[in-house]
């Protein structure tokens, strides 16, 4: 079996980093969050799930909330559906801790973003995260995101790294396909984009799928893609690429987890508000944004279904 087979095998290919629904009060929504869960990977979607990342408001929950949302997640997909925790933080202590808890939550593996905000070195980095892996029998994606962190990850640490036994995946939000294409040719990592724009040209460099956050309307579209390239056809394979675009931009117009949470509630999918710092849209913003969704088939009536 191939290192990129294990890698599907352990986190799928079509994956979406989720939001979680609050209630109108602002508490963690578990029913919404169930409810969301088992839509997104209806058949012919998700792979898997993303609970407590970026878009998940993961800074603004607390650690009992994480570990409730994965047992609520976990028992409201289909069997065979990877449910990925995010856990990483800039504290490595934290971070094992918040790992053992996914592990006792029942989650798959491990989504592990690079340290922010400290700055630490490239050895630092790697004692890091391997750390976390050290600390359950969890497989591990790491998280190369320097707009967020300041701090990319080298090609030499991520060699290094694929050395570990449970680091066998990494989310690339670098947009360096060059450094993307060393690691891979050198390792035997298994890369996903983490930027949906990226998707497709990632794909023909080597990677096998996608952390998505456009996959909480077009999952399939993203799937038709990834098979499309997979399977010799690159004519569609673009042809979805170019389609899927103006999705990106309208999703990503503001902070991913606002437009998600305004598109799902215009289809009313679970969502709720958002928690501060995060704020709403204004009315002039979400109209705008919801009209660039709609017009590129995103808020259909196949997504209501």
């Not at 058949?43 to 609970?51: E, I, R, S, T, Y």
């Not at 309307?217 to 893609?225: C, G, Q, T």
């Not at 056809?233 to 606002?258: G, N, Y």
């Not at 679970?270 to 944004?289: A, C, F, K, M, T």
Request: glycine residues 10%; hydrophobic residues 45%; charged residues 20%.
């Amino acid at each position: 079996m191939t290192a990129c087979t294990t890698a599907t095998r352990q986190f799928g290919r079509v994956i979406t980093a989720m939001v979680t629904p609050f209630t109108p009060e602002g508490g963690v929504d578990l029913d919404g969050a169930a409810r969301l869960a088992a839509w997104l990977t209806r058949p012919g979607h998700n792979d898997g799930l993303v609970v407590n990342g970026t878009t998940g408001e993961s800074a603004t929950t607390t650690d009992q909330e994480k570990s409730d949302l994965l047992r609520a997640v976990g028992a409201a997909v289909p069997t065979g559906v990877r449910v990925i925790a995010g856990v990483g933080t800039n504290d490595t202590a934290h971070s094992v801790a918040l790992a053992r808890a996914a592990a006792a939550a029942g989650a798959h593996g491990l989504l592990v973003v690079t340290p922010y905000y400290s700055k630490p070195s490239q050895d630092g980095i790697a004692a890091h995260f391997r750390a976390i892996a050290d600390a359950t029998p969890l497989p591990v994606m790491l998280y190369d995101i320097p707009g967020r962190t300041s701090v990319a990850l080298e090609p030499g640490t991520l060699v290094r790294l694929a050395a570990h036994d449970r680091i066998t995946a990494i989310k690339d939000a670098k947009s360096d396909l060059e450094a993307s294409s060393w690691v891979m040719r050198e390792s035997d990592l298994a890369y996903y984009s983490g930027e949906d724009a990226m998707n497709l040209p990632l794909a023909t460099v080597g990677a096998v799928g996608a952390v998505s956050v456009i996959g909480h309307f077009a999952a399939d579209r993203l799937r038709r893609m990834l098979d499309a390239h997979r399977d010799g056809d690159p004519a569609t394979a673009l042809a979805e690429h170019r389609a899927l675009l103006p999705v990106a931009r309208a999703v990503f117009r503001a902070q991913a987890a606002v437009t998600v949470k305004a598109a799902l509630g215009s289809l009313g999918r679970p969502s709720g508000p958002v928690r501060p710092p995060l704020i709403e849209l204004i009315p002039s913003e979400r109209d705008g944004i919801l009209a660039e969704l709609a017009a590129t088939g995103a808020l259909t009536d196949g997504a209501r279904a």
